[in-house]
């Protein structure tokens, strides 16, 4: 019983000394390996690249001044992955707040508000609870100017031992007034790899 | 007349604590292009540009381009990082640096346009990935 103990011990030790310790990664000096699968960097890489052909090409300048208001639309995940594309399209939303050249209402939004509070807090109006003079009034939100829409392709391939899979990060900027598209960019991400790793 | 002197006294020992501490800093000389020494050894840089592009408001957003050339098949890491007037950083999309792979004798053109148009200068900075 007890040398039967002893080398479980034993084998908790070995293991526990073999496993890899977790560590932080930075992603400012990430060098590490490349998965099958979509991760933060490809989420970066098409983020950066769209917007820094949004701001070279001056599609997002608005000639009246000011910032436009840009919307999120619908953004399609048509790969074999579990996406949450807030991934990329946060990243958009926040460099082009920064750039202080467009900024994105929370009031509008496909499956209703990105925030509900816009809407909630004006139903304190009327309501005796409130003092009336902080409860926002009528016509004060503001329409989208832009609306951001895309869609996220997977391709896979078997490339001689390989697998070779292959991602089309699609984007669209609509001006709202006129239907059309006024910025549209696309980034490929392909990557290759053992044709045993799980691409989905 | 004491008061008087008194007062003035007080004024200007108030107006000396609320000056602006010092900002700006000349400890280092910022270099525009940094390249690791690794990769002298497989590429040249040919060539590095920089462009501002007019804003409706007048304002002016930097953009750099630079072009390498490759002596041998290899991989390249690069990132540009933006500082405003006073030297700070300025934050764009993300703070990962951008690979490429370059064949021999190949050049690549590669640019980067600042995150906002505040952006006054850049440091480039070339590596090679591990």
Redesign the interface.
């Known amino acids: 019983m007890l040398i039967r103990a002893f080398a479980v011990l034993i084998s908790l030790v070995v293991l526990a000394g073999c496993s890899t310790p977790t560590r932080y990664i930075d992603p400012a000096a990430d060098d590490g390996p490349v998965a099958m699968t979509m991760d933060y960097r490809d989420f970066e890489k098409a983020a950066t690249d769209a917007v820094e052909d949004m701001l070279a090409s001056g599609a997002v300048n608005n000639p009246d001044g000011g910032r436009y208001i840009m919307v999120v639309s619908r953004i399609t995940n048509d790969t074999m992955q579990r996406i949450d594309t807030d991934q990329l399209t946060k990243k958009i939303r926040v460099a082009l707040l920064r750039s202080g050249k467009v900024v994105t209402t929370t009031a509008v939004g496909l499956n209703g508000p990105e925030d509900a509070m816009t809407e909630k807090a004006r139903e304190l109006r009327d309501s005796d609870e409130f003092d009336q003079s902080g409860v926002q009034r009528k016509g004060t939100l503001q329409a989208p100017d832009l609306s951001l829409s895309g869609k996220i392709i997977q391709r896979n391939h078997k490339v001689e031992k390989e697998q070779q899979v292959e991602y089309y990060i699609q984007l669209s900027l609509t001006e709202l007034s006129s239907g059309l598209a006024i910025w549209e960019g696309e980034t490929p991400i392909i990557k290759r790899g053992s044709d045993k790793s799980v691409s989905w | 007349m004491k008061m008087f002197i008194l007062v003035s006294m007080l004024i200007l020992g108030l107006t000396g604590c609320a000056s602006q501490p010092e900002t700006s800093s000349s400890l280092i000389d910022r270099e525009e292009l940094k390249v690791d020494p690794e990769v002298i050894y497989t590429m040249d840089v040919k060539e590095l540009f920089e462009k501002r ?1 007019e ?3 007048g304002e002016r ?1 930097l ?1 750099v381009q630079f072009a390498v050339e490759a002596r041998s098949d290899t991989e390249l ?1 690069w990132k540009v990082t933006w500082f405003d007037e006073s030297g700070m950083v300025v ?8 690979k490429a792979t370059l064949l021999t004798g190949q050049t690549r053109y590669f ?7 505040r952006v006054t200068s850049y440091q480039l900075h070339l590596r090679e ?2």
Not at chain 2, 91 to 98: D, H, N, P, S, T
Not at chain 2, 111 to 117: D, E, H, R
Request: charged fraction near 15%; hydrophobic fraction near 25%.
């Open positions: 592009l804003q409706p408001g957003l953009q890491a934050r764009g999309v993300g703070e990962g640096y951008k640019s980067s346009t600042a995150p906002n148009a990935p591990k």
